[in-house]
């Protein structure tokens, strides 16, 4: 098995990008959509992160963006529920490697996979990515972002060219969705290729 992970900044296209893995047959972990589960109602972190940071929490599960409030901009807060969430996900993670064990290529979809030392657990690293000023407009297009938490949200990540430098590959995102697929059709066949020789 080659365990392929997938990263990159904020806006720079990844869920589409996982998502042209999955249309090709290969299973994808998503490390944002498990934390999701986990903090949704019902969850098993609910009780955990309402311990630790009272008021967070409503209808059973998260309330996500009164958790952000609360630990951005506030290192020990972020440590702190970090301390909370990444071994839960490093057990999904497991999970989603034993149950896919014979598949030829997993992805790993895994936003702060530099930031959060998670290379190490891949074998190659694919990264995502377009210029700032086409991430910029995707960013601030979305509900509730503003120019100020957006930045805040880029000093927590490693620069783009780091990230770039750093990576087996790296899909462009600013061109045509056909370009991109044909790009993540070109690394699967030649993580097949590598993994049959």
Do not use: C, Y
Not at 83 to 100: G, K, Q, T
Not at 103 to 118: R, T, W
């Amino acid at each position: 098995m080659i365990r392929l992970g997938l990263t990159g900044s904020i806006g720079m296209g990844k869920s589409t990008v996982a998502q042209m893995f999955a249309d090709e047959g290969v299973p994808v972990f998503d490390a944002d959509a498990a934390v999701h589960r986990m903090q949704g109602p019902g969850g098993s972190l609910v009780a955990e992160i309402e311990r630790q940071f009272p008021g967070t929490t409503a209808n059973g599960g998260v309330d996500r963006a009164r958790l952000a409030a609360r630990v951005l901009g506030d290192a020990a807060a972020l440590e702190r529920l970090e301390s909370i969430v990444h071994p839960a996900v490093a057990a999904a993670r497991a999970a989603f490697l034993a149950e896919n064990r014979a598949a030829p290529i997993v992805l790993l979809d895994i936003p702060l996979l530099f930031e959060k030392g998670g290379w190490s657990a891949v074998d190659k690293v694919a990264v995502v990515s377009a210029p700032a000023e086409v991430q910029r407009a995707r960013v601030l297009a979305r509900p509730g972002m503003t120019e100020e938490r957006f930045e805040h949200i880029l000093a927590l990540q490693m620069p783009d060219a780091e990230k770039r430098a750093r990576a087996d590959f790296v899909i462009a995102t600013d061109q045509s969705l056909e370009e991109t697929r044909a790009a993540v059709s070109a690394i699967i066949a030649g993580l097949a290729g590598g993994s049959n020789s």
